[in-house]
């Protein structure tokens, strides 16, 4: 929503724009004479206008299904008092609300007219005449109707939607809210007409209920007689049952301290105590619902069995068994801590790799419920904590939230995408975190909305990240990591097989014996199609497969066979083509590696001499690391060049290019020094650089080669884009052993201490 002003009444507001006066319990109609109380802090007097919307909801919950419908309120005057403003006005029109936002913590919202329908002809409405102004004439003769009666004959034949309007509030306030979002003249008059003989009933039940008293009780006892009375009606309307009772009641069989019941008895008190349907009212009762509903001191029974575990592991992911394994060892343990396990497990790898999948079966294999919350773009520490009860609309944080979702004070609760926390002006969101992830203080968590302690020390946290690199050191400290890596091709074709396909047949309503994707296919979508670390696009190109099957079945097709001689036509042209010319030597280009927070990546690092003026042109969208590494790698290769090859390595007359391609994405971090210098060194002295090599690895001022990590990430790269040699940091001989058997078979690995001996490998020198 745009965000343009102008100047109205001497102040700024928003172009278009109307406050939303939220949360009234009686709706208004049109054409009707209007006094508003609002609380100073939310409303000033500055506003011309006002939007009421219709009963009860908050602005920004009927938006989207088009039920957001309310009253456009012209303001004539405002009566200021202490704590309040009363605005007097008149209302205008019937509108309906498009797009609603927040502004200072007031909704505002755009608007369109949304009059009623007049779909009767005057016979219609000459019938229903007839038929309310008996009614009124009756009520009028009747001792216990309001004297407001009197006021609403004779019923306007010529205008009845305007009649309805002006006297359509002296009806109770259901018939009012009906006669608000009734779209048309006949079901308005219809409503009309059902409450007028409604209200004859319900008079004709007073006597009978004074009659009943007065039987029971002395005149002169009045208080008593209002007690009878009272009892009585809630007997004959709701079993006898008053909304105290009913909190009273939900209050006390409250498995909580006796703080929490003492807090919602006041908050209680205070609600009674309150204009039905005011601002404050619906603050209260929406706090006393919330609280009332969550889980207090009720736990899942829960079961560990390790075996059990295993099993159902085994069956909702194939591969990965470092991290199944892991879990297994957290389970065992939790079983044998009887459910006081502390440990909070962070699940870091890239996209598509199964980490939100494996958080479900953990919940599966516990007999846990499960509830997951997005923290990916969260930036306000409120919605993690919750809101402050200082405005209507406010509301628990996703903590909260999530375990009144739940239903249990244990469940297993995924914090999805924790790595892509934001902060601002509102607060940091991971140190509000730091709370809730730390065993010595979640025992007596406090969201801001509740306002009260709440244990969730027997809830199961876990976290899932794409990358570390981007999360406070504080909030990393409290969890234990579990790296998830790339898949590789023979996996995904195992992951296809068993759990994508007949997902995807499942999704679509296929019958598996009428279609059939052969091996060879999915083998050719990995390798032509994809080039990722988890299975996600994998599963939208089958999706999309199915989709064109589909088609194909309703018009008549028995049965579809998918291999790898039709699979252009259901996906295009591949995207990616498996050719011998990266492996070709060439003057300047080095096959580095990367690692990414969507896995490993085949990073070329380009270099050229061109005429020019001792001039170092350095592009890519680099980050500072990388072009510090540049410089180094620079300062390395002339100093090679002029030591150990006798060339002068004099670039007074020449300029000096480094690119990296993609230049779209941002590249950073210490692994590609050693690449290069060996594309700088290559370019200098004019020798090809052997292209059936990948490196990684960062190089000291002084030629050392320093390790790096990723290495099972980047090694899984470098053989997805058909290179088998990988050069290495000696020091990373260890994490060879972190690659799965079938690749390392597959690889060659070559490790280097120096820069001297990736120049001999690479340029032969």
């Known amino acids: 929503m745009e965000n343009n002003e102008q100047t109205l009444g001497g102040q700024n507001e928003l172009k278009d724009l109307y406050p939303v006066l939220v949360g009234f319990g009686k709706a208004i109609l049109p054409d009707t004479e209007v006094a508003l109380n609002i609380e100073k802090r939310m409303f000033e007097e500055k506003y011309t206008s006002l939007l009421v919307p219709g009963a009860f909801f908050v602005a920004t919950d009927r938006v989207n299904d088009g039920s957001g419908i309310g009253t456009l309120v012209q303001i004539n005057t405002v009566e200021p008092k202490e704590d309040v403003r009363t605005f007097l006005g008149h209302s205008i029109l019937r509108v309906k609300l498009e797009d609603v936002a927040f502004f200072n913590e007031i909704p505002f919202a755009k608007i369109i007219d949304y009059p009623y329908e007049k779909d009767c002809d005057e016979d219609t409405i000459a019938s229903y005449g007839n038929i309310i102004s008996s009614g009124i004439h009756r009520l009028i003769a009747m001792k216990n109707t309001d004297k407001v009666y009197r006021e609403i004959a004779p019923f306007d034949l010529k205008d009845p939607n305007r009649w309805i309007n002006r006297f359509g509030p002296a009806f109770p306030t259901a018939d009012t809210n009906a006669l608000f979002y009734a779209e048309k003249l006949s079901e308005r008059l219809e409503i009309i007409a059902v409450a007028i003989g409604v209200i004859l009933d319900q008079s004709k039940i007073r006597d009978e209920i004074e009659k009943k008293v007065q039987e029971n009780i002395d005149k002169s006892q009045r208080e008593y007689y209002l007690r009878e009375e009272l009892k009585v009606i809630n007997e004959e309307l709701y079993g006898g049952e008053d909304e105290r009772e009913k909190y009273e009641q939900a209050i006390s069989e409250l498995n909580a301290s006796d703080e929490v019941k003492d807090k919602l008895t006041r908050e209680l008190n205070k609600m009674l105590a309150l204009q039905t349907g005011s601002p404050e009212s619906f603050v209260c009762k929406n706090y006393l619902d919330t609280v009332l509903a969550l889980p207090w001191g009720k736990y899942s029974e829960e079961r560990v069995d390790v075996q059990e575990a295993r099993k159902i592991l085994d069956e909702d992911h ?11 060892e957290y389970l065992a343990v939790h079983a044998l801590a009887g459910g006081n396990i502390t440990n909070i497990l962070c699940l870091v790898g890239p996209p598509g790799v199964g980490k939100t999948s494996i958080v479900a079966s953990i919940a599966r294999a516990l007999g846990r419920e499960y509830v997951r919350a997005s923290l990916g773009g969260v930036h306000d520490e409120a919605e993690i904590r ?17 375990i009144k979702k739940a239903g249990t004070s244990n469940p297993v609760f995924l914090l999805d995408e924790i790595d892509k926390l934001g902060a601002d002006y509102k607060g940091d969101p991971s140190n509000a975190l730091l709370e809730v992830l730390d065993p010595a203080q979640n025992s007596t968590y406090q969201d801001h909305y509740i306002d009260l302690p709440f244990d969730l020390s027997k809830v199961i946290f876990i976290t899932t990240a794409n990358t570390l690199s981007t999360m406070s050191r504080p909030l990393l400290d409290r969890m234990e990591i579990i790296e998830l890596g790339s898949y590789l091709p023979e996996e995904k074709h195992q992951i296809a097989v068993r759990f994508l396909v007949p997902k995807q047949l499942a999704k679509y309503h296929l019958d598996k014996d009428k279609v059939v994707i ?14 990722e670390a988890g299975v996600r696009r994998l599963e939208q190109l089958i999706g999309k497969i199915l989709r064109k099957v589909a088609v194909a079945i309703c018009g008549g097709t028995e049965r579809v066979v998918v291999d790898q001689s039709n699979l252009e036509s259901y996906l295009g042209i591949p995207k990616f083509i498996e050719s011998d010319a990266i492996k070709e030597s060439k003057v300047g280009v080095v096959h580095g590696l990367a690692w990414t927070e969507n896995g490993g990546e085949l990073l070329d690092v ?4 061109i005429p020019g003026k001792d001039k170092k042109i350095v592009t890519g969208n680099l980050g500072n690391v990388m072009k510090e590494s540049v410089e180094i790698a620079l300062s390395c290769a002339r100093s090679f060049a002029a030591r150990e090859l006798g060339l002068t390595a004099d670039l007074s007359d020449k300029d000096l290019h480094v690119h990296f391609p993609d230049g779209a994405v941002p590249k950073d971090g210490p692994s590609a020094g050693c690449a290069i210098s060996t594309a700088i060194l290559s370019a200098i002295t004019g020798k090809p650089v052997r292209g059936d090599y990948a490196i990684t690895g960062e190089l000291s001022l002084v030629g050392r080669v320093i390790p790096i990590g990723g290495v099972k990430e980047k090694c899984v790269a470098a053989f997805r884009n058909g290179i088998d040699k990988v050069i290495l940091p000696s020091e990373n001989r260890k994490d060879v052993a972190d690659i799965p058997e079938g690749l390392r078979e597959r690889i060659t690995f070559t490790y280097v201490d120096t820069a001297e001996e990736v120049y001999k490998i690479l340029l032969g020198l």
Do not use: N, W
């Open 606 to 609: 380009e270099c050229l001499l």
């Open 518 to 531: 052969t091996d060879d296919a999915i083998d050719a979508i990995i390798r032509f199609y994809t080039r």
């Open 318 to 328: 194939y591969g990965i068994q470092e991290v199944k394994d892991r879990v297994l």
């Open 386 to 402: 919750g809101h402050r009860r200082t405005y209507i609309g406010s509301m628990p944080g996703r903590i909260i939230a999530g």
